[in-house]
């Protein structure tokens, strides 16, 4: 019996194989007519929360003088509106189609900035952590001068590298697409499809120290990758989230903590809600998915429905995702982990309702199936039909949840309180999870 793949995964793979869909070369003006049809798709019927009511359709209604072209962040500014200070509100369907390198550290003459030129002139690195030191500072939040110095230093990279999108916006990427030191914001702007980019080193020139942060502070930055907030009816599908050659584990040490220049690679948050991302490739980050900002009980109740399906988590450290208040559901995820510096897979947080099945986990040495979930101040979680690939064992069904209580206490309940329903592709087994997610997920796998 051959293995069943997933709705999702035929169709990339009939579109590679059909004849007359592979992309031509982009002209000058715009993309060709191959790559404008397949950046008009839209979320499939039934795909995870975001198909929920009207479904998803991003910038498919464009008209032919909103279908873009982009090889710059000038171009991609100009795209969304033409002014990101107030591209967020631009509501006219659009179709941005990435050809190339965008380096959000780009200026409009295309010269690239430095973490200098965007600095404060009354910040410095060694004057903060001269001043801010807790041997001379005390744990205390820093303030004064130089902090607020800092503050508007992260003003003006956020001014450059923070790009706004609007409401009924499709960004997609062609083969080789990269969005480089940038941040997608989606704020208060329903109805967006990104997909096929490989989003590259959002760092922080302007981390802050956040002394009171755990037990012995952290540093602490600024930009995710993607940020959805305040925003309905959003799909995120086959990209690639990384930090290139500038990986946390390259960061010096300050305070006896590492100097943290990157956060979040997807992050759902601020009464965002029905959000689908599928076939995503997140390799070698730290911090990668928060669903939820705060355990403050208030709006969030009732919000952040989120569906992650057949995304591949590749040596990535925690948050995959930590979900507070949420009904989240995921299902035919793989999870390679490895490295001493893993801390946890899926954060069971406040009030938080996660359904979590049919997941394949490859472990390396050293993590057990104990590790792969983690209590912030949640009560229950459903964890069904996953597997585990444990160094030097064969792959065998696990009961996250079992695994969990036998080593920690208190103990998770079992039962989340509901039953996903939009699920189209329906999941397979554990087992054949590899088989669909590694040949399927990530940037350039769709034909464009």
Known sequence: ????????????????????????????????????????????AGDGWAAEGPGTTGGAAAGPDQVHLV?????????????????????TPKVIVVDGTVDGFAADDGHLLGCADLADPEYSLPAYLAAYDPAVWGMVPPTGALEAARVRSVANQTRQTQINVGPNTTIVGRRGAVLIGLTLMIDGASNVIVRNLTFDDARDCFPAWSPTDGATGNWNSQYDQVSVRRSEHVWVDHNTFTDGDNPDSGQPVYFGRPYQVHDGSLDITHTASLVTASYNRFVGRD???????????GPDVGRLKVTLHHNLFDRVLQRLPRVRFGQVDVYNNWYRLAGDDFVYAIGVGVQSATYVENNFFTLGAGIAPDRLLYDWGG?????????????????????????????HDPDLGGDAGWTPTLRAPQAVPAPLVPLVVGPFAGAGRLPL
């Not at 962040?73 to 967020?88: E, H, I, M, Y």
């Not at 998915?289 to 355990?295: D, F, H, K, Q």
């Not at 069904?384 to 792959?395: E, I, S, T, Y």
């Open 1 to 44: 019996m051959r293995p069943r793949t997933t709705g999702a995964a035929l169709v990339a793979l009939s579109l590679l194989l059909a004849p007359g869909t592979a992309a031509s070369a982009a002209p000058p003006d715009g993309p060709s007519r191959a790559v404008e049809r397949l950046a008009r798709q839209t979320l499939p």
């Open 71 to 91: 090889r710059s962040r000038a171009d991609l500014v100009r795209a969304l509106g033409g002014d990101n200070a107030t591209n967020r509100n631009n509501a």
């Open 287 to 297: 911090k990668l998915m928060l669903i939820g900002s705060s355990n403050t009980v």
């Open 379 to 407: 009560t229950a979680v459903t964890t069904r039909g996953n597997w585990v690939d444990a160094h030097g064992a064969l792959p065998r069904p696990v009961d996250l949840v079992a695994a969990y209580n036998a080593t």
